[in-house]
């Protein structure tokens, strides 16, 4: 990894966090948001810390730098950025939007908790991070969600894919071989002819390597693709979770 982003990431990103065992949900419940106000508050902090620190935005101006951010957020309302090989890639692709957010989500302080039947939970939060949408171009009550489509599989999408999914899983996987009980997050990615490609799978078990490949089997088996994520109307790839409950095989 390039030096500079190591430091960054060391010295400015201070709440990064070691990811716990505990399962997750893959996102927060409907009607509820990781920030204090929603993404428009959320949106509107991080612009008023580039005003207030001074910074810049990238060269060039460049509409196509992004970097897609993916949060989980704990119970206590503590944030960790998640970062897996593809995330690490696309930071060295986009050094310029990732060095900016994560300075700005190290003093962003708003954040909270999901809960479920009054109790609170971890779950995780994705939002992209487009540089040239802030600075002297930012406009009132931004909020990606309003350009920015999720992917969907047809007809009930995650839940959908998730039955599929785990179909495929359970007639290939040994399981007295990896141990596997309970509930694991798959992390994936889909991209813009809405093809999946599985990055990792959390929590780790002995051989989760194979494990991996299992799942990455299961996955390539689901002959129906997503219908991908858009920009303004352009297809554009984005990280995503699924929750597999191996305990119910």
Do not use: H
């Not at 505990?22 to 580039?50: H, L």
């Not at 694991?184 to 002819?193: A, C, E, P, R």
Request: proline share 6%; aromatic share 14%.
């Amino acid at each position: 990894m390039n030096k500079k982003l190591l430091t960054i990431f060391l010295l400015t990103f201070t709440f990064f966090a070691a990811l716990a065992q505990k399962p997750a949900m893959t996102d927060y419940p409907p009607g509820q948001d990781a920030y204090k106000g929603g993404n428009i508050q959320m949106f509107k902090d991080i612009q008023e810390y580039f005003t207030k620190n001074k910074l810049s935005g990238c060269d060039n101006n460049n509409i196509k730098e992004m970097y897609w951010v993916t949060l989980r957020i704990d119970e206590n309302a503590k944030p960790a950025l998640i970062r897996k090989k593809n995330d690490i890639e696309s930071a060295e692709k986009n050094k310029c939007a990732y060095n900016l957010i994560v300075k700005a989500l190290g003093a962003l302080k708003d954040w909270q908790p999901a809960k479920v039947d009054g109790k609170n939970i971890t779950a995780y939060t994705d939002f992209p991070f487009i540089p040239s949408d802030f600075f002297e171009n930012y406009k009132e009550n931004y909020d990606t969600r309003n350009f920015i489509t999720k992917p969907s599989f047809p007809p009930n999408g995650m839940l959908s894919f998730r039955d599929e999914v785990k179909k495929n899983v359970r007639s290939s996987i040994d399981y007295d071989f990896y141990n596997v009980k309970g509930i694991f997050t798959v992390f994936f990615t889909i991209d813009t002819d809405g093809s999946t490609n599985v990055i990792d799978v959390e929590p780790k078990v002995p051989n989760s390597e194979g494990l991996i490949e299992d799942i990455k089997y299961g996955f390539k088996k689901v002959k129906q693709k997503w219908i991908p994520a858009t920009k303004k109307g352009v297809p554009v790839k984005v990280n995503t979770r699924v929750n597999l409950k191996f305990s119910d095989y």
